[in-house]
């Protein structure tokens, strides 16, 4: 079982950035591979970010490569998410998940879920 919890999220304005963190409960964080989703007012929860359990691997969606980047620390049981760069776009709840099944971008493989942090970015 692992409990998840976003934080850092905020109001900033377009090129500005914001570092979003998870916190995760339970001793086997460190074998879960880590994902970022989120979801636009009237929109579908979208694939951010995935990271694999040893931070060796990483993938990002289109739309967001270049200025964001998914990074884990196992000793903190922590995963950030570093966004450069924002857009008017980028604004959306962020939810962090975890899957024991390796680096993946569907929401269906996930089987943990935070609760979200907002992000709204003005232009």
């Known amino acids: 079982q692992v409990q998840l919890v976003e934080s850092g999220g905020g109001l900033v304005q377009a090129g500005d950035s914001l570092r979003l963190s998870c916190a995760a409960s339970g001793r086997t964080f460190s074998s879960y591979s880590m994902g970022w989703f989120r979801q636009a007012p009237g929109k579908e929860r979208e694939f951010v970010a995935a990271i694999s359990w040893s931070a060796g691997s990483t993938y990002y969606a289109d739309s967001v490569k270049g200025r964001f980047t998914i990074s884990r620390d196992n000793a903190k049981n922590t995963v950030y998410l570093q966004m450069n760069s924002l857009k008017p776009e980028d604004t959306a709840v962020y939810y962090c998940?975890?899957?024991?099944?390796?680096?993946?971008?569907?929401?269906?493989?996930?089987?943990?879920w935070g609760q979200g942090t907002q992000v709204t970015v003005s232009s």
């Open positions: 998940a975890a899957n024991g099944y390796g680096l993946r971008l569907r929401l269906l493989d996930y089987d943990y």
